[in-house]
């Protein structure tokens, strides 16, 4: 079963609780986590002929932003938390 898709009522709800003066970006690709500045909002229809609302990239070379932080991708759950590996005990010379 598939969960049910934001509708434009729901977005509006979501970023009525956000600064307004905020910039918006779009977070893609769950793999490689990237950044990118939205330039559209766009409105058609899809092949069953429901109403979808796009939000798009601009099509400027510098519209992709860089990497995703990794404190965004962790509360994505597209990558987990980052934890520096245990340290083990150095070895010491003469075999001791």
Request: aromatic share 4%.
């Amino acid at each position: 079963m598939t969960s049910p898709e934001m509708t434009v009522g729901d977005l509006i709800d979501l970023l009525s609780a956000c600064d307004p003066n905020a910039s918006v970006r779009q977070a893609m690709n769950p793999f490689f986590p990237m950044a990118h500045r939205l330039a559209q909002v766009l409105q058609s229809v899809d092949e069953t002929g429901r109403t979808v609302v796009y939000l798009a990239e601009g099509s400027d070379p510098d519209a992709q932003l860089g990497h995703l932080p990794p404190a965004v991708a962790t509360v994505l759950t597209w990558q987990g938390p980052v934890q520096a590996p245990p340290r083990r005990p150095r070895r010491r010379t003469g075999g001791k």
